[in-house]
T-cell receptor
């Protein structure tokens, strides 16, 4: 059973377009994290959201944590080829380990 | 500074052969350590985590095992590899105030192909 469901699984867009990816669960999380991974490398943390309804901005990336702390979204404005990668959401179920979704694979073409 | 290293980076092994992947961290003490596996460029599956020397928790029952012989060393092993063990193995440790607000730092990864 996948604890965190991410959608869409794949997304191919052109440079300059906007996009939103989603991370959903039936469980409540104390926090959710978003990571970005490039081929052949480990994921790198983008942001941690803690408070229900919280919105965080990181340049052209906007992250939102749902009011009920069961879901999160990542919106990218004016996507660039450098945004290409696998976007993963992660949440803690126990006090010791993070569980990851399957990810959204984003391709931004010039 | 705090760093994490894992090796080997690439490994091609026949079915039934043993496996040993090693991960070490520097610049910290008593870190929480993790082994994840990623298949076909998709999501990460948590395999093992350790909160201290000799303390191993397994998330997924399989023919893999983990050990933590020293504070900053985490080893992933198998006595007999299966085809399904192929994947990208990532070691990680937690940085920050704790799991709920801390950051997972990942090693460079080890790509295992079982033939």
């Amino acid at each position: 059973t996948q604890l965190l469901e991410q959608s869409p699984q794949f997304l191919s867009i052109q440079e300059g377009e906007n996009l939103t990816v989603y991370c959903n669960s039936s469980s409540v999380f104390s926090s959710l994290q978003w990571y970005r991974q490039e081929p052949g490398e480990g994921p790198v943390l983008l942001v941690t959201v803690v408070t229900g309804g919280e919105v965080k901005k990181l340049k052209r990336l906007t992250f939102q944590f749902g009011d009920a702390r069961k879901d999160s979204s990542l919106h990218i404005t004016a996507a660039q080829p450098g945004d290409t990668g696998l976007y993963l959401c992660a949440g803690a179920v126990t006090g010791y380990a993070l569980n990851f979704g399957k990810g959204t694979s984003l391709l931004v073409t010039p | 500074s705090q760093t994490i290293h894992q090796w080997p980076a690439t490994l091609v092994q026949p079915v039934g052969s043993p496996l040993s992947l090693e991960c070490t961290v520097e610049g910290t003490s008593n870190p929480n350590l993790y082994w994840y596996r990623q298949a076909a460029g998709r999501g990460l599956q948590l395999l093992f985590y350790s909160v201290g020397i000799g303390q191993i928790s397994s998330e997924v029952p399989q023919n893999l095992s983990a050990s933590r012989p020293q504070d900053r060393q985490f080893i992933l092993s198998s006595k007999k590899l299966l085809l399904s063990d192929s994947g990208f193995y990532l070691c990680a440790w937690i940085v920050g105030a704790g799991l709920y607000t801390g950051e997972l730092f990942f090693g460079e990864g080890s790509r295992l192909t079982v033939l």
